[in-house]
C-alpha cells in the first residue's frame, strides 16, 4: 500500500468504487479504518489529551456509507467517542469543533467534492480549522508505519443530527443580519432558487422556505451519488448554464449553486447572468470593504486586473498569493497575525473564507451573507449586482492546459517557466509583474494586446496552466502566438 499516494495536499483523495478504466481502488474500507485510527492518534499526539472525540459526517457519494462504517469502527475500536452526523456538509463538521454545548476533539467529512462519482476522500479539522499539509503527511506516516493506538475498546458511536443545528445558526445570522419588521421571515417576497446538483446542498432549501422565501423552481434537490443531471460544480459551465436557465425560467430573483459538499458556491442574478469567479470576489469584497474599510483581500494568483482595479477602487488592498484554497485561507490567517487586516481569503474557484467565520470556507455562509445584503438592498430597490456594476470585465479570456511528459515533472516544469520568464523580458510591450507568488504573471501592454498571461505549475497534476485575458477582442489570440513561440522548443510539453 503506498499510502502517499493517497495524499491530496491538505486533505486525502483516492479512488474508492470499481468501474472506471485505468484506476485502481485505493481508498478502500480497510484504508479508511486504518487512517481512522491514524487520526486518533495523532489528535492524542497533538492535544496530550487520551479521551478523543470525533464527529464524521459524509457526502452522498455511492461509496460514503462504507467508508464512513470504517472510519467510525477504527475510530471506536482505539477508544474514540464517535459521533455520526451522517450526510453533512464540509463546514458543519469544521463547526462541531467549535460547537457551543459539545465541541469534539476532532472532525472528519468523508467527501471528494466535485470530482467524479468513483473518487472519495477525508477533509480533517480541529478547532483551529482544516489540517495542514504536513498534518496529513503525519498521519498517513502513522499508518504507513503501523503506529497506531493500540485497540483497547472502550469507544462508543452515537448519531446526531448536526445539521439541524447547523441550519439553525444560519436562519438567526439571516434574520440578525436583515433586521426586517417581519423578523421571522425577513425573506418574504423574495424569490431565490437552489441548484444543489444532487450533492449535499439541498437543506439550504429549507434554510430559505424558514425565513419565508419563495423556493418554487430549485431544482436537483436531493442527494444522489450518480450526480444524474450536472457535476455540483460552481466553475463548471453545464451547471453553471443549469442555474441560470433555471432562473430565467422561474423568473426568480436570485439563484444559488453550491459543490458536493457546501464549502463553495456562486450565485446568478434575476436576469440569468452567473455571479461568479472574478465577480463573485469583487461582490464580497464591496460588502467586506463597506464593513471593514482598507482590509486586504487575499485571492489566488489567475485573478483578473480588472478586479485588482475593483478591490482598489473600494479601498481596499488586493494581495493576489498561489492557488490552492489553504494557500489562499493561511495567507490571509498570516496577514493577520503579522498585525495586518485580511477579513477576506477567497479563490476564483467558489472557496470563500470571512475572518467573521473562523476562516472557514463556507459556501453556505457566503450566500447567507450575499443574501442579507439582498434584502437590504431589495429596500431601496436595488439588487445585488448593482455593487459590481463598475467591475471591468475582460473582453476575452481563456485557460490553456500543457501536460509535461517528462520524468522529472518539477525540474522540467521549472525550466519551462525559467526559460518564458527570461525571454519575456525580451518582447516589446511586456513587463513581468512583481510581487508574484506563483509562476510567471506578464502584463502585455501593447495596444492590440492589452491584458495579461500567468503561466504556473499544477498544485497536483504534471501539468502547467496558462491563463490569458485580454481588453481587446482578438487580443488573446496575439498573446497566445507569442507564447506558442517561446514554448516550441520544449518538446515534452504537450497541449491538452
Not at 216 to 239: L, M, R, V
Request: net charge negative; proline share 3%; glycine share 10%.
Amino acid at each position: 500500500m503506498d499510502w502517499k499516494k493517497l495524499q491530496n495536499g491538505s486533505d486525502i483523495r483516492g479512488v474508492a468504487l470499481e468501474g472506471v478504466a485505468g484506476e485502481n481502488v485505493n481508498l478502500t474500507p480497510e484504508a479508511s479504518q486504518v487512517i481512522s485510527k491514524a487520526f486518533v492518534g495523532w489528535l492524542r499526539n497533538k492535544t496530550g489529551e487520551q479521551q478523543i472525540s470525533i464527529a464524521v459526517g459524509r457526502d452522498c457519494r455511492l461509496s460514503g456509507p462504507a467508508l464512513s462504517r470504517a472510519v467510525i469502527d477504527g475510530a471506536t475500536s482505539v477508544g474514540a467517542t464517535v459521533y455520526d452526523c451522517g450526510l453533512a456538509s464540509t463546514p458543519a463538521m469544521f463547526m462541531t469543533t467549535v460547537d457551543d454545548d459539545n465541541p469534539v476533539t476532532g472532525a472528519i467529512m468523508i467527501t471528494a467534492s466535485h470530482l467524479p462519482f468513483n473518487r472519495n476522500g477525508l477533509k480533517f479539522f480541529t478547532k483551529d480549522g482544516g489540517l495542514e499539509k504536513s498534518d496529513i503527511a503525519d498521519i498517513l506516516d502513522l499508518a504507513a508505519n503501523d503506529n497506531l493506538p493500540k485497540e483497547e475498546g472502550g469507544g462508543s458511536v452515537q448519531a446526531v443530527d448536526f445539521m439541524s443545528k447547523y441550519k439553525s445558526h444560519l436562519i438567526n445570522y439571516i434574520r440578525h443580519g436583515v433586521k426586517a419588521e417581519d423578523y421571522d421571515k425577513p425573506l418574504s417576497g423574495m424569490h431565490i432558487i437552489v441548484d444543489a446538483g444532487n450533492g449535499n446542498g439541498g437543506f439550504f432549501v429549507d434554510i430559505l422556505n424558514a425565513l419565508g422565501a419563495d423556493t418554487a423552481g430549485s431544482q436537483f434537490i436531493n442527494p444522489d451519488g450518480h450526480f444524474p443531471n450536472h457535476i455540483p460544480n460552481p466553475e463548471d459551465k453545464k451547471a453553471m448554464k443549469s442555474i441560470c436557465d433555471a432562473v430565467v425560467k422561474s423568473h426568480a430573483d436570485l439563484g444559488v449553486i453550491f459543490d458536493t459538499d457546501v464549502d463553495r458556491s456562486a450565485v446568478v442574478d434575476r436576469h440569468g447572468d452567473a455571479i461568479n469567479r472574478n465577480s463573485l470576489i469583487a461582490l464580497i469584497s464591496a460588502i467586506i470593504l463597506r464593513e471593514h474599510p482598507r482590509s486586504t483581500v487575499v485571492t489566488d494568483s489567475v485573478t483578473s486586473d480588472g478586479l485588482a482595479e475593483f478591490i482598489k477602487s473600494q479601498g481596499g488592498v488586493h494581495h493576489r498569493f498561489k492557488r490552492g484554497y489553504k494557500n489562499v485561507i493561511d495567507e490571509g490567517i498570516r496577514i493577520n497575525k503579522d498585525g495586518g487586516n485580511c477579513w477576506l481569503a477567497i479563490e476564483t474557484s467558489g472557496h470563500c473564507a470571512l475572518r467573521e467565520n473562523y476562516f472557514l470556507d463556507d459556501g453556505a455562509y457566503l450566500v447567507a451573507k450575499l443574501i442579507v445584503d439582498a434584502a437590504r438592498l431589495r429596500s431601496d430597490g436595488k439588487e445585488l449586482q448593482d455593487l459590481i456594476s463598475s467591475l471591468r470585465q475582460p473582453v476575452e479570456s481563456t485557460e490553456i492546459r500543457f501536460h509535461i511528459s517528462a520524468d522529472d515533472v518539477q525540474g522540467y516544469g521549472q525550466q519551462v517557466l525559467d526559460a518564458v520568464s527570461l525571454a519575456s523580458k525580451d518582447v516589446e510591450g511586456w513587463e513581468i509583474v512583481s510581487p508574484n507568488y506563483e509562476g510567471i504573471r506578464v502584463s502585455c501592454k501593447n495596444a492590440d494586446e492589452r491584458g495579461w498571461f500567468l503561466l504556473r505549475k499544477s498544485l497536483h497534476d504534471p501539468v502547467l496552466p496558462l491563463n490569458i485575458e485580454s481588453d481587446v477582442k482578438g487580443g488573446v489570440e496575439r498573446i497566445w502566438q507569442k507564447i506558442d513561440d517561446l514554448l516550441k522548443p520544449f518538446d515534452e510539453l504537450v497541449k491538452q
